[in-house]
């Protein structure tokens, strides 16, 4: 009905003209049944160019500004089209999106949370270490308290102790509960009589080529002597007196656990036994604390270096006073010029057959080793060596017959004293003579003439060397 109206419209239109509209029916793409209808121009022989017609000129230009605004905000909003798509698909490295900075987050926060499990696992064992530590000392202490008699008991009264197997109380010659002390516990190991005898034939006083001075030629392997199993004893001190003065002999003991600030407790055994087993029969506090692991014990006095000062004091073991105390002149201290393990070992004192040593550096001997002579009573400085050896560059000292001898390392197992310099001839030499560090962590040695023995702390061990000398 529409197509028969167009038609009669397009006819009545042109029919003045005599001109014919055409109409067509068909199918479009979709299949969608389209009319349309044809007529010629009344006035136009041929279709003018379409770029020709100014408002279809100026229709496109419009549409094309239109497009290039609408893709301009696109892209300034990373818009899903294609220009849009195009700028937001690919994103700067610099700036990551916001699900990708997310995960890299949560990422973080999981590593952190393994580290701190981590770090809760290792306080929790240890403390469960500390935990048993400490059970195990309140049972020792439980254990010396009811071996005490009790007050109103038989005996002299509250502080004695009960004598094993006996109904009496006897009197101790030491009793620890007024001072803080660190209660410490020994073990012995057992070594062949045929290894000590062997050794004994070879570096004690008495085989043809050990008698009197020489040089040193042979260390033998290390004898432990006690252990400390507390921390304060990881390194330390111990020693004898190769010339007492009574009430002491040569086998009374002492010992000198280093570690801490306040380092003041100096423990006196009366027979090496009593080491091993780690009660002391007495417990002097020094005036001054002292610092590393220097001291030496020498006709009745213990020399040491005073914290943090370059003098060394000596204190009597009798009167349990400071008698005398002396500066030495450019002394590195506290860290200065220490030993290759550390530990504050500025200033050693050492004892050989010629009398009291001290071993240091100064500023002006730029690191190497210096030793001194002193005097025993006055601390004054009879004389003096500079060497060529760098103090820092070996791991300890030790002097015998007048002659400095050092140690190569303080932890390889197959160590060497490796240097000797000679004070009657100002020389020095190098030596190959091994030295074993058994514990790996050598933090004293010294000397004992009387006993022609090195004495060591090899972390929390002491330990003996025997040695052997030359002939003179």
Not at 4 to 14: K, N, S, V
Not at 64 to 74: G, H, V
Request: hydrophobic share 35%; charged share 25%.
């Amino acid at each position: 009905m529409a197509g028969a109206w167009l038609l009669l419209w397009g006819t009545l239109a042109l029919g003045s003209r005599a001109e014919t509209a055409f109409l067509r029916r068909a199918d479009d793409s979709t299949g969608r049944c389209t009319y349309s209808f044809t007529v010629a121009s009344p006035v136009e022989a041929g279709c003018p160019d379409g770029d020709g017609v100014p408002e279809l000129r100026a229709e496109l230009a419009a549409l094309a500004a239109r497009l290039s605004r609408l893709e301009s905000r696109e892209r300034g909003a990373g818009g899903s089209g294609p220009r849009g798509a195009e700028a937001g698909g690919v994103r700067d490295p610099q700036h990551p999106a916001p699900a990708a900075r997310l995960e890299a987050t949560y990422g973080e926060l999981l590593r952190a949370k393994s580290r701190l499990e981590e770090e809760k696992g290792r306080l929790e064992q240890e403390n469960e270490e500390l935990g048993r530590r400490l059970e195990s000392s309140a049972q020792e202490i439980a254990r010396l308290r009811a071996t005490r008699c009790p007050p109103g008991g038989e005996g002299p009264g509250r502080g004695a102790l009960r004598a094993p197997g006996k109904g009496r109380c006897r009197a101790p010659r030491w009793d620890p509960q007024p001072l803080a002390y660190q209660e410490l516990q020994s073990e012995r190991t057992e070594v062949p009589a045929s290894r000590l005898l062997e050794e004994t034939a070879l570096g004690r006083l008495g085989s043809e080529d050990s008698a009197g001075c020489g040089e040193l030629v042979w260390v033998g392997e290390p004898v432990v002597f006690g252990r400390a199993d507390s921390i304060a004893g990881k390194y330390g001190v111990w020693m004898k007196d190769p010339e007492p003065v009574p009430p002491f002999t040569r086998e009374t003991t002492w010992r000198v656990d280093t570690v801490g600030t306040e380092v003041r407790q100096l423990f006196q055994y009366e027979a090496p036994e009593q080491l091993g087993r780690g009660y002391p029969a007495k417990v002097h506090i020094l005036p001054r604390p002292l610092e590393s692991t220097g001291a030496v014990i020498y006709r009745g006095g213990l020399f040491f270096q005073p914290r943090r000062s370059r003098a060394v004091a000596r204190y009597d073991l009798r009167g349990e006073t400071i008698t005398a105390e002396r500066e030495i002149p450019g002394a590195g201290f506290h860290g200065q010029y220490p030993y290759s393990w550390g530990g504050y070992t500025d200033i050693d004192l050492a004892v050989d057959e010629t009398g009291l040593w001290v071993i240091y550096s100064t500023e002006k001997a730029r690191g190497a080793i210096v030793l001194s002579k002193l005097d025993p009573e006055t601390l004054e400085i009879q004389q003096t060596w500079e060497t060529n050896i760098r103090k820092r560059g070996v791991a300890n000292s030790f002097v015998i017959c007048g002659t400095l001898y050092t140690v190569s390392s303080y932890s390889a197992p197959n160590a060497t004293v490796n240097f000797a310099y000679d004070t009657a001839t100002s020389t020095s030499r190098a030596l190959s003579i091994p030295f074993e560090n058994r514990f790996r962590y050598l933090s004293m040695v010294d000397y004992n003439p009387a006993e022609r023995q090195l004495f060591a702390w090899d972390s929390f061990n002491m330990v003996t060397y025997p040695v052997r000398l030359s002939r003179a």
